[in-house]
């Protein structure tokens, strides 16, 4: 998911829901169970050269985006 995208859960039972309509109108009364994104976080599980895990957000890593075959630490 993104940033701006609806979504809509599988088991909505607990979800807030808006209200349309009015029951003495030909259409009658629907309700909407539509969410919208408005803010997503990425971890990512950083395993470390000693062995080590560690769980990070991603927004704190800087990535090396060009390694080959001389790089060695």
């Not at 979800?15 to 309700?31: A, I, L, R």
Request: aromatic content about 10%; hydrophobic content about 30%.
């Amino acid at each position: 998911m993104k940033l701006g995208d609806r979504v809509e859960f599988k088991n909505p039972t607990a979800m807030p829901m808006t209200q349309h309509g009015q029951e003495n109108d030909q259409t009658g009364v629907f309700y909407v169970q539509m969410f919208r994104v408005k803010e997503t976080e990425t971890t990512v599980e950083v395993l470390w050269q000693d062995g080590s895990r560690e769980s990070l957000k991603s927004t704190g890593l800087i990535p090396y985006l060009n390694p080959d075959e001389y790089d060695c630490w």
